[in-house]
């Protein structure tokens, strides 16, 4: 489990291809202590939930099945990006952000990010599926960080807004979003337990004589 709130940018230093039918290696330079790391520990890579199996001095390694390079932005990734780092929640840490589980949902697309103020709005856009999902003042996870949204618009596909502080532009990947970067959408995982829950109840209540 993870909160959203990053505790280092890393770069990727290297991506390995599978040879043989294997998963993709990906070696992430990082600031982090590499010695404290166990082998097997799980790490927040821009949002996704990746396994260590390999470390050096400045670096630890992950491996990505095709899975996970189909349904999240990994499949895009190539050598020199940067990457939102978050260590799995220990039971005495801080709550600083939200519940997250690494697990991304979908992959959206911004569709605008333009200055307000000393912060910045950032919209983006999301198949309309995971819009129910989605409310004001409500969480999501974009590349791994915790925000509040701030508007929802539903039409053929969902768009809503967060508001970026400078603060969270300068220690995250987010102050790099341009119109049309794709990124890692996790909701929140409240509103689909949520939302499981009304539909269970719905269809039990129709189902019964």
Known sequence: MFTGIVTDVGRLRRLMPPSGGGDTRLEIKTRY????????ASIACSGVCLTVVDRGMDWFAVEASDETLSCTTLGGWREGRRINLERALRAQDELGGHVVSGH?????????????????VCWFSVDRAFGRYIAPKGSVTIDGVSLTVNHVEDGADTRFSVNLIPHTQAVTTLGDLQQGTLINLEVDMMARYVHR?????????????
């Open 197 to 209: 829950i009304l539909a269970f109840d719905r269809n039990h209540d129709e189902a019964d004589p």
């Open 104 to 120: 991304v949902d979908t992959v959206g697309v911004v569709v605008s990010h333009a200055a307000a103020a000393s912060s910045s």
């Open 33 to 40: 202590e590499t010695a404290g790391i166990d082998i097997g």
